[in-house]
């Protein structure tokens, strides 16, 4: 199964020598082309790291928050994908049920981002916010010369 992926995607990238000359097109497609075929090959890599990866090997390393994660930024990813197929198809995207689908990851997304930042953030501690309440709430014995700050509220 790795060796078809490697062979579509060489041949994917081969595709613009196949079709003619690169000197026949305008030079500004010449440049997109060149910046497009970097990007496969960034992609090409990096399908070929995660297909080189045990999936049990990995998600045992992982916490369940964090597989969360990985699993939604893959199914992210392969739409994404399929979202670029369908307009090199000539398929407008939009028309398409992968804009639900990806607005669905989108959700789910949030909802792990909700649950990261719930964790980061700051708790109250109530045994110190209770000291703190009651020396400042402090009230001297003496004559009452020093209760300007400590005085006791009613």
Request: charged share 30%; proline share 3%.
């Amino acid at each position: 199964m790795q060796a078809n992926k490697r062979t579509y995607f060489t041949s994917f990238t081969n595709m613009c020598d196949e079709d003619g000359p690169v000197e026949d097109y305008p030079t500004e497609i010449a440049e997109s082309l060149t910046g497009f075929d970097s990007s496969i090959g960034s992609v090409n890599k990096m399908v070929d790291t995660m297909i080189s990866l045990s999936k049990n090997e990995v998600l045992q390393k992982l916490d369940p928050l964090e597989q969360a994660k990985l699993d939604l930024m893959s199914a992210y990813a392969l739409n994404s994908l399929f979202w670029v197929y369908l307009v090199t198809q000539g398929i407008n995207p939009k028309d398409h049920g992968i804009k639900q689908e990806l607005e669905r990851i989108r959700t789910y997304m949030n909802k792990v981002k909700e649950i990261t930042d719930r964790k980061k953030a700051a708790r109250l501690d109530r045994g110190a916010a209770s000291r703190f309440v009651r020396n400042a709430l402090w009230e001297s014995e003496g004559d009452g010369s020093h209760q300007s700050k400590r005085r006791k509220q009613s």
